[in-house]
């Protein structure tokens, strides 16, 4: 029974982490939220960089956002050595564990089962986080190349075309980040995990509406949907004429 607990709680934290991640996408599509607004600024990023004849300011700030991904990729690393440290010490830790006075100490083979959970959840934040700073880097690339402002031989759709590009390429980055953050709060909830099974449960759970909330009904993306205008402004009518022509609406 314990360990069809154990199982089914680990089966909640994958559809937690699996279905959210398929929702949130979805969603996306027909609803605002902070990664299709973020979307929206970035290609507006890329338009104003082309009017630029400096553009030293945008590598720096590409610079940073590769960073960012450094210190998370780097902090991964750092976790993932003291997770495979703590495999080869399971006696040892499962002691220091029982001594505690919350949680009951499970089966060695269960214990092995978080730990191998927890270190597949910070080797899929690593590649994420190291996938986003190499597409950062492709933007620096892009920056580097893009046409300047004097310059008379770009079309204004090609200049266009070379903004949205970027600007994708810049969302793609910015999607790898959030789901390399993602992995860090799913491995707080794993923590759960080696507490009890309901805990875990309970955390995963959590953790779900909490991404939730920031993504599609925080203060963050109130603020952000209230400083760009979305709509487009409404076509003015018209009528026919008597013999098929268009006539203007005597109303405008």
Request: aromatic share 12%; with cysteine; net charge positive.
């Amino acid at each position: 029974m314990g360990n069809l607990l154990e199982l089914a709680s680990l089966l909640w934290f994958l559809i937690c982490w699996l279905g959210y991640a398929v929702y949130s996408k979805r969603r996306a599509g027909d609803r605002p939220c902070l990664s299709n607004t973020l979307d929206l600024y970035r290609e507006d990023w890329m338009r104003v960089m082309l009017k630029r004849g400096n553009r030293i300011a945008d590598a720096s700030v590409v610079g940073n956002l590769e960073r960012n991904g450094a210190f998370f990729a780097s902090s991964c690393l750092l976790i993932l050595a003291g997770i495979i440290t703590a495999l080869g010490y399971t006696e040892q830790v499962m002691e220091v564990f029982g001594t505690m006075p919350f949680g009951a100490l499970p089966s060695r083979e269960i214990w092995e089962l978080r730990m191998v959970v927890l270190l597949v959840v910070f080797i899929y934040a690593f590649f994420k986080f190291t996938w986003s700073m190499r597409m950062y880097n492709f933007v620096s690339v892009m920056i580097g190349s893009a046409p300047t402002p004097d310059d008379p031989k770009p079309s204004p759709a090609s200049k266009e075309a070379f903004a949205r590009s970027a600007g994708n390429v810049c969302n793609l980055a910015g999607d790898a980040f959030n789901l390399g953050l993602r992995s860090y709060y799913y491995a707080l909830a794993v923590v759960g995990w080696f507490i009890h099974p309901a805990v875990f449960i309970a955390a995963s759970t959590l953790v779900v509406v909490v991404l939730y909330r920031r993504e599609f009904c925080s203060d963050a993306l109130l603020a952000l949907r209230s400083g760009k205008v979305f709509e487009e402004p409404a076509p003015t009518k018209s009528t026919k004429g008597s013999k098929g022509e268009t006539a203007p609406d005597p109303n405008s």
